[in-house]
């Protein structure tokens, strides 16, 4: 048993620090010299020569924030004659009259808006992804979800690149209209700067593959249709046709200097179940596309930093694996292996991948301009967040090889522009089934740092403390929410769209 509990240790530890130096790959390649950028496209000055472009807006039950986005779309900068809006809205709530009386008052005004109503739900968004583009009319489809607010000069920013005829689909980079509203949203923030200021901007600078991000983006109408369409297999159906298309040879945009803001979830059972339908859907891909990958004929490098990405979520089973067994297992190996090079290697895989990640976010922060001392600040509320979410997306991992599909829960938006009082919403999230086993293994990790500080084993008590802080934090928080429920109020009719863009 002593030595099944060491081997584990180890092997997870030299898991977690593989991915660890992935993270620094990543950061290697944009810390190389980069080359003389391309002269960034413009317009061409002749209307009639622009392509068409259609907005999707899919939406459901977001009546709090449907009607800003709504008016964000009718208000972005493109001839009016080649721009036409589809509101998809699968809603069951009073969402779709709210919308429809938009819709009307727009087409009033002379713009092509159409409000598409669906039966069923069937397929979800991917469902009503492909349906809107049934009836579409445009050479390019931007997407934009319920909680964006486009910034009006987006389709002029994005729509030159389409000149090259390889380029399948453009990204704008998030922004965060209420980053600022509490110490969750600033954490959450952190964490998608890394996705998308590092992850993305590497990928794309070395030529690799990367996704588009369900919103904010805008794509060929070809390369959806010749990549196989949306498909609802998996519930992330925009990494699965990003890697389907690029499989199929077409080219992907990544815009850091575009910025789309967009309301991040104000609580954390929300933010769990965001993050339960990615990373499920994220390993539903890989069982999808994973062969397909590895056959391929891109280069291997390619080949290896696509699985790299589909597989990392895996990662969460292993940090909650290691934290179930770290202490166990120091205190197994200081009685057998006491010779100090043991120390030094569990340091230096340690370092690796913890490490790696602070580093990895403090880049990140420096591209956000946050600056070294508030990322600095930030950093240990962001790895504990990342370390208390790990059990909730391990087993949405675990539970996406085992299940294709499955119901696509969206995230509710409660209005939350960061410059004043919170719209109250009765859009709630379903309680996770996780919270009792997040608190139970934060108990566990509390006796086991009593216990490495009783014992003196003080190599292992930073560590301890965060992963006790870490799922204390996600699992009493979640816990706190489910008991002082806000009460719900009806949202504001006028859209604050200027004032969110500027919030961002």
């Known amino acids: 048993m002593t030595a099944a509990v060491l081997i584990a240790y180890y092997a997870l530890l030299c898991g977690l620090a593989l991915y660890g130096v992935h993270r620094l790959v990543l950061l290697g390649t944009l810390a190389r010299p980069r080359r003389a950028p ?24 977001e009546r709090l924030v449907a009607g800003r986005l709504l008016a964000a779309a009718a208000n972005l900068d493109y001839p009016a004659h080649l721009l036409d809006i589809q509101v998809l809205d699968d809603s069951t709530d009073s969402t779709s009259d709210l919308l429809a009386a938009q819709v009307g008052e727009l087409r009033a005004k002379g713009l092509d808006v159409h409000h598409v109503r669906r039966t069923e739900r069937a397929g979800y968004k991917a469902g009503a992804l492909a ?28 729509v030159p690149y389409f000149q090259r005829d390889d380029v399948g689909m453009v990204q704008a980079c998030w922004g965060h209209i209420n980053r600022r509203s509490s110490l969750l949203t600033r954490a959450q923030a952190a964490l998608l700067d890394g996705h998308f200021l ?6 794309a600078r070395a030529g690799r593959f990367f996704n588009f991000n369900g919103t904010a983006g805008i794509w060929r ?16 159906e925009d990494l699965d046709l990003s890697y389907r298309a690029q499989l199929a040879g077409w080219r992907f945009v990544f815009l850091p200097d575009l910025i789309a803001p967009a309301e991040l979830p104000p609580s954390l059972t929300a933010f769990k179940s965001q993050q339960s339908r990615w990373t499920r859907g994220s390993v539903q891909t890989l069982r999808k596309l994973g062969r397909r990958i590895l056959s391929a004929s891109e280069p291997r490098a390619t080949r290896a930093e696509a699985l790299a990405h589909l597989t990392s979520n895996f990662c969460y089973v292993m940090l909650v694996a290691l ?18 090079l043991w120390t030094r290697v569990d340091l230096a895989l340690l370092l690796a991948s913890t490490g790696a990640v602070a580093l990895f976010y403090l880049e990140s922060g420096r591209r956000a301009a946050r600056g070294l001392v508030r990322s600095l600040v930030l950093l240990p509320a962001v790895m504990a967040l990342g370390t208390g979410l790990s059990l909730h ?24 522009e960061g410059s004043g009082p919170v ?33 003196q084993l003080w190599f292992a008590v930073p560590f301890l403390a965060l992963f006790c802080g870490g799922f204390s934090w996600v699992g009493l928080g979640s816990l706190a929410e489910r008991r002082f429920k806000a009460r719900p109020s009806q949202p504001s009719s006028q859209p604050a769209v200027a004032q969110a863009a500027r919030a961002a």
């Open 198 to 203: 590092v992850e993305h901007q590497a990928r």
């Open 393 to 416: 997306n391990a087993l949405a991992a675990l539970g996406g090889l085992r299940q294709r599909g499955g119901e696509f829960v969206r995230t509710p938006k409660a209005r939350d």
């Open 323 to 340: 934290a179930a067994l770290f202490f166990p297992a120091l205190w197994l190996r200081r009685e057998l292996l006491a010779d100090p």
């Open 38 to 61: 391309a002269e960034t496209p413009s317009l061409q000055s002749a209307e009639g020569e622009l392509p068409r472009v259609t907005v999707q807006l899919p939406i459901y039950n």
């Open 221 to 236: 109408r070809a390369a959806i249709v010749g990549a196989g369409n949306w498909q609802h297999d998996t519930l992330t």
């Open 131 to 158: 349906e809107g583009l049934r009836e579409s009319q445009g050479e390019l489809v931007a997407i934009f979800d319920a909680d964006f607010v486009p910034p009006p000069d987006f389709l002029r920013r994005t």
């Open 423 to 455: 719209e109250q919403t009765v859009y709630v999230a379903r309680p996770s089934w996780s919270t009792p086993l997040e608190v139970a293994f934060a108990s566990y990790l509390g006796a086991c740092l009593g216990g490495a500080i009783v014992t």
